[in-house]
């Protein structure tokens, strides 16, 4: 999986799960992410456009390389202990791990109504 890919899914992952929690939970009179007043002392980013406050994802990427006897060699995404991408094993070999450290702001739908 490529890193854009990665980074695209979970974005898109985040809405969908935020939207069915929204859609869950609205006969309960609860709310996922209700529209708030700018008086509650949010001091994160704000969206310029809606004036509503976003989240922040937070990724912390390490992406591999690997090169080996028994392996062409691969380069993958490792992500909290899970492999993604093309591995190998070998008795010998060379590898390198790069840490990618990034926030993407995200606008949440946000639940209206009673």
């Given amino acids: 999986m490529?890193?854009?890919?990665?980074?695209a899914e979970v974005?898109?992952?985040i809405v969908?799960?935020?939207?069915?929690?929204q859609d869950d939970v609205a006969g309960?009179?609860?709310k996922v992410n209700p529209?708030?007043?700018s008086s509650?002392?949010?001091?994160?980013?704000?969206?310029?456009?809606?004036g509503t406050g976003v989240q922040l994802v937070d990724f912390d990427v390490a992406l591999t390389t690997s090169e080996g006897t028994r392996t062409k060699g691969g380069v993958g995404i490792?992500?909290?202990g899970i492999g993604l991408g093309?591995?190998?094993?070998?008795?010998?070999?060379?590898?390198?791990?790069s840490r990618i450290r990034f926030s993407v702001p995200l606008l949440l739908p946000i639940s209206r109504g009673g």
């Fill in 2 to 7: 490529e890193l854009d890919e990665f980074v």
């Fill in 11 to 13: 974005l898109k992952q």
């Fill in 16 to 21: 969908a799960g935020v939207k069915k929690a």
């Fill in 28 to 30: 309960c009179g609860a």
């Fill in 35 to 37: 529209s708030m007043p």
């Fill in 40 to 50: 509650t002392g949010h001091s994160g980013p704000w969206d310029s456009d809606t």
């Fill in 78 to 80: 490792l992500i909290a």
């Fill in 86 to 97: 093309s591995q190998g094993q070998s008795e010998s070999g060379i590898s390198s791990v």
